[in-house]
């Protein structure tokens, strides 16, 4: 196909509709630069040099009128009327110097468009105004004097003559300014005449642009289409329809119309769908072989999803009674542990009561010393309380009654005497008992040593039982939850197997129904249509190679065959060779060629197809012993062989 910047369609519209839109740009573009300097012009007679022309009228009325006024202050009779004349003088003078200030603020403002003879003609009214001003207060000034002969002289020969100059000069400004204000209106009308006949120019140039560009983009568009419109929508609906079998003159066409590619593009599908007819049964027999292989597979899938279900149920039965060991044992160890703190705590007991009986022995001995220093005290005091009873009697009768308290004394001497000895029995008693049971505690102790050790070694033991059921329990559940997994993953594999046997039933379906679909074309004979027609069409696609006469060698050739395996009765596999014929090896069409109307028929089989197909792909997660798992896809695995052909690329179809 011929490639230039302006070689679409759309390129070749866009030009001509730019160039009228250029045209129009230009039409409007030259209106508003003709409409702007009329504008202009009249603006500025109407802004400028009328306002100047006013505020000179203003100027030439005031010196008028002071020049009538100046006269009859010489002409009044009565003084008292000469206030009256002055005063008018006055506002006259006011006036024309607020029309002086107004112009002089125009010419400031404007000061780039004033011309030089303007500045030049003000000036000459300037110095005149200077040289009359002062000649109308003298002749006011005489009047008020009375001196009437030389306020006329002052008036007649100095002041008039200044007056008609002053005035000329303001006329030659007024005139001055009446013939820009006609220059200028010239100009504008000048140039409404030439813009009046630049629109009839360009008015002519856009519509001969604007037809030229209409038949051209015609000649264009029903070039690209190498038909009518309508008579193309036509033939493309049928094509559509199913209808091959028309007939499309494209002779007269140009190869890259429109037309030309619907021409190649029925040549294709013709080639296309006689390639898919072929290839139908072959797909038809591959999914009856898949259909009994998936039925055999599910079978057996089944059986061994039953048996790993019971091996579950007996591993579960088992965890749970190796978990009752396991919890019994760690019950006799606590109870271990808890007899051997009590034995700990029963020696810790009788030692410290061992202790307690050392002390007594030891307080026993100090009672026993203190009851001999008593003894040895009393012993003593019976000594004494004979030498005082001797004493006594060598007093004779004056010794009597310290005699009775020197017996006295004896008497609790030997009392206490004798209650020491008995203390030191029971002292002596209670010694040799202390010794005895010092001897029981001690050996009470040793058996609670024993005791404890014994109680520590049987915790140990029930410990390594404790800790045995426990790795033995681990392990059973690790085997459980193996076989649970491997449970899992059978069913799993079972459902797939259903999945892959529906996926099956409905590829059979869909096969019949695409065998009805392309029945409903009608097919087109390219070797008829070459013999009525010369070969000026030339069919050039970019993938497809449209060879009539390959489907006729396809057909004719036994030799180029596959083996396919077959099920027996017995769900076993036959792998008796089955042949079946190769289709043609002609080149694939691209998907970007194959026409958008083709998809229209059989749309909701294909979609059942389409969506059962990505329900496969999916992945599908399942817990098994806290791990995902995921199911393998659908998907099928661009390394294995294509069980069809190698040829036919039923994904991209």
Known sequence: ??????????????????????????????????????????????????????????????????????????????????????????????DYADAHVALNNLLKERADEVQPIELEILKRIDDIEKQTLPLIDEVIKHRLDKNYARAEIVMMEKARPLFVEWLKVINEFIDLQEKSSVAETQKALATAESFQAAMLLLLAIATVIGLSSAFIVARVITRSLGDEPGHVSSIANDIAS????????????????????????RDGLSNMISNVRDSS??????????????????????????????????????????????????????????????????????????????????SSRKVADITSVIDGIAFQTNILALNAAVEAARAGEHGRGFAVVATEVRNLAQRSATAAKEIEGLIADSVQRVNSGNQLAAQAGTSISDIVDSVHEVTQIISQITASSEEQSSGIHQVGALIQQ???ITHLNLSMVREANDATHTMKQQIVELSKLVAAFKMFDSEAYKRSHNAHVQISTTDITYSPNARIESKKSHSNTKSLPKVTTNNSIDNTPIARKEPA????????????????????????????????????????????????????????ENIVSDHEDWEEF
């Open 486 to 488: 491997m449970d899992d």
């Open 242 to 265: 199913g209808n091959l079998a028309i007939s499309i003159d494209s002779n007269s066409a140009d190869p890259d119309s429109v037309i030309v590619a619907i021409a190649n593009m």
């Open 585 to 640: 090896k002609t080149a694939t069409p691209s998907h970007s060629e194959k026409g958008s109307k083709l998809d229209k028929v059989g749309t909701a089989t294909r979609h059942e197809a389409d969506t059962k197909k990505d329900e496969l792909k999916r992945p599908k997660v399942y817990n098994l012993g806290g791990q995902e798992v995921k199911s393998p896809t659908g998907a099928p695995n661009k390394k294995q």
């Open 1 to 94: 196909m011929r490639q230039g910047p302006f070689s679409s369609v759309k390129s070749k519209i866009l030009v001509g509709f730019s160039l009228i839109i250029a045209m129009i740009f230009v039409v409007a573009i030259t209106s508003i630069l003709r409409v702007n300097s009329i504008a202009d012009s009249l603006l500025y007679v109407d802004s400028f040099n009328s306002v100047k022309q006013r505020h000179a009228i203003n100027f030439r009325g005031s010196v008028h009128d002071r020049a009538i006024a100046a006269r009859d202050i010489i002409l009044v009779e009565t003084s008292s009327e000469v206030p009256q004349v002055v005063d008018t003088i006055n506002k006259l003078a006011k």
């Open 281 to 362: 049964e072959h797909i038809e027999q591959a999914a009856d072989l898949i259909d009994k292989s998936n039925v055999s597979l599910s079978v057996r899938t089944d059986q061994q999803a039953s048996s790993l279900s019971q091996i579950a149920d007996s591993m579960t039965h088992l965890t749970n009674i190796v978990q009752l060991n396991t919890q019994s044992a760690r019950q006799a160890t606590e109870k271990a542990e808890s007899a051997s703190s009590v034995a700990v705590k029963g020696g810790a007991v009788i030692s410290e009561m061992v202790t307690t009986m050392a002390s007594i022995n030891e």
